[in-house]
């Protein structure tokens, strides 16, 4: 099982970057796909999360309707396209798979929103 990130890097306020999460491994189909967040000295935090087929997302109130989350089961990708970005926003985003076999984790990738 895998699940690599990508996408990370420096952005500057009011900025956009879109992450992506590449799933192997696994029955990506039948998975609720999450973003998680962890900014240094902070536990992680759920940013936004979409169900196996789609359909309804939900997201933390801190990001809502500048952040949105979308899959494509069949290249097995999650995406996180980030808009207005602000510096605190700034932490290591992970992109995690649940389901009825348990839960798989990313390494991460790094955001920095600074000016």
């Known amino acids: 099982v895998q699940l690599v990130e990508s996408g990370g890097g420096l952005a500057q306020p009011g900025g956009s970057l879109r992450l992506s999460c590449a799933a192997s491994?696994?029955?990506?189909?039948?998975?609720?796909m999450r973003w998680y967040r962890q900014a240094p000295g902070k536990e992680r935090e759920l940013v936004a999360d979409?169900?196996?087929?789609?359909?309804?997302?939900n997201y933390a109130d801190s990001v809502k309707g500048r952040f949105t989350i979308s899959r494509d089961n069949a290249k097995m990708k999650v995406a996180l396209q980030m808009n207005s970005l602000k510096p605190e926003d700034t932490a290591v985003y992970y992109c995690?798979?649940?389901?009825?076999?348990?839960?798989?984790w990313g390494q991460g990738t790094q955001v920095t929103v600074s000016s």
């Open positions: 979409i169900p196996s087929a789609g359909g309804i997302t």
């Open positions: 491994g696994f029955t990506f189909s039948s998975y609720t």
């Open positions: 995690m798979a649940i389901g009825r076999a348990g839960a798989y």
